[in-house]
């Protein structure tokens, strides 16, 4: 055996040891601050928007990842809109206003909605938007109005939804996305995702907007009847054809569909939950992708973000235990070794900014009833 391979064992059973010792320390408290120091200085690009993510790699024996791939990564709504829920529930003023600057500055179409991804130079840009990322900023700004009674957040959120409303919407229905890539032939969705139908800030647009009342009752009448035998919803609605579509999707967008629905519908939010906790029962696992039709495992693998929405969806619906085991199996994916240049991040095969925000998220459910 050589000297080199034996210092590498050895320099291998340190790191192990460090990080046994100190994730045995970690709280969920602290598991939530590590980890948006991490982002905070590690995800953020110069104007203060999040990267997108990167693959794995690693450094002799320590998993780290690359820096420049993950800048070059560029910018989506989906995790701005994220992060913006994030520091409005937090109450972090900063880090909420440094997300709404560069989206106002770097994502906003001529057309109000926002391009769904923009290059890390801002050079490409998507010429259409994603309904459920407007919403969810919507969202975020009557959060942070709510927070901090700041007009402005107001001012943006209704704007930005009269904007939803003109170019996301038909005959009252919410369209998956709007696109302007044909230069003067801007053109809807056909079609919608039942986790893009955010009912509760619908609900809540209602109450300074009329007229998103009938949108929203739509939107919960299409949500619930996608809803099948199982728990779980299908993935699509196609308002051409008044089809529903996709018995599989992601289970963290399944997920969303049970958040989305709980407000209207205690019920059906917790069937969704009791089907989850019966297929986590059986070998201690939720997977990236169950048939909705029959509830089959349809993709074998495991994500920090699937947990992370499992936890906020028991913690809605009131299933405490639910929500702490879910807690458990998303700490398992943080970097909790102090050595490693993850530290405090969330990761599985790539480092992906919406898993370490969907974490930021669930943790601070988790750790607001402690407060």
Request: hydrophobic content about 30%.
């Given at each position: 055996m050589s000297k080199t391979f034996r210092f590498l064992l050895v320099l291998l059973f340190i790191l192990i040891t460090v990080s046994v010792v100190f994730s045995?320390?970690?709280?969920?408290?602290?598991?939530?601050r590590i980890a948006k120091k991490f982002l905070q200085m590690r995800m953020l690009g110069p104007e203060g928007g999040v990267y997108t993510g990167s693959r794995m790699s690693k450094i002799f024996l320590i998993q780290s990842y690359n820096p420049s791939e993950f800048s070059a990564s560029g910018y989506m709504s989906e995790n701005i809109s994220l992060l913006m829920n994030y520091a409005a529930f937090s109450g972090d003023r900063e880090l909420f206003d440094r997300q709404l600057n560069f989206l106002l500055k770097s994502l906003q179409s001529p057309y109000g909605v926002f391009s769904w991804k923009i290059s890390h130079d801002g050079a490409q840009y998507s010429e259409s938007s994603s309904s459920g990322d407007d919403l969810r900023t919507i969202s975020a700004l009557l959060a942070a109005y709510?927070?901090?009674?700041r007009k402005s957040y107001l001012k943006y959120a209704l704007q930005i939804a009269d904007a939803v409303r003109k170019n996301e919407v038909e005959n009252?229905?919410?369209?998956?996305?709007?696109?302007?890539?044909?230069?003067?032939?801007?053109?809807?969705?056909?079609?919608?995702?039942?986790?893009?139908?955010?009912v509760p800030t619908m609900d809540e647009l209602s109450e300074y907007d009329s007229s998103w009342t009938s949108i929203a009752d739509r939107a919960f009448e299409t949500l619930k009847g996608g809803k099948l035998p199982t728990g779980l919803f299908y993935g699509g609605?196609?308002?051409?054809?008044?089809?529903?579509?996709?018995?599989?999707q992601p289970t963290y967008q399944q997920l969303y569909c049970g958040?989305?629905?709980?407000?209207?519908?205690?019920?059906?939010?917790?069937?969704?939950?009791?089907?989850?906790?019966?297929?986590?029962?059986?070998?201690?696992?939720?997977?990236?992708?169950?048939?909705?039709?029959?509830?089959?495992?349809?993709?074998k693998l495991q994500s920090p973000?699937?947990?992370a929405v499992a936890a906020r969806l028991a913690y809605r619906v009131g299933d405490i235990a639910f929500g702490v085991q879910m807690i458990a199996k998303l700490r398992a994916y943080q970097e909790l070794n102090p050595?490693?240049?993850?530290?405090?991040?969330?990761?599985?095969e790539g480092l992906m900014a919406a898993d370490n925000i969907e974490a930021l998220l669930a943790l601070y459910e988790h750790n607001s009833r402690g407060r």
């Open positions: 045995s320390s970690i709280t969920t408290i602290k598991a939530e709510r927070k901090w009674n009252n229905e919410l369209r998956e996305y709007f696109s302007w890539r044909k230069l003067g032939e801007p053109e809807k969705a056909q079609k919608v995702k039942l986790a893009w139908l955010d609605y196609d308002y051409t054809s008044s089809s529903y579509q996709n018995e599989t958040i989305c629905i709980t407000g209207r519908d205690y019920e059906s939010a917790h069937k969704m939950l009791e089907f989850f906790k019966t297929a986590f029962a059986l070998d201690n696992t939720i997977y990236d992708e169950y048939s909705a039709k029959d509830g089959g495992v349809s993709a973000r699937t947990y050595a490693s240049p993850l530290y405090g991040s969330f990761h599985d």
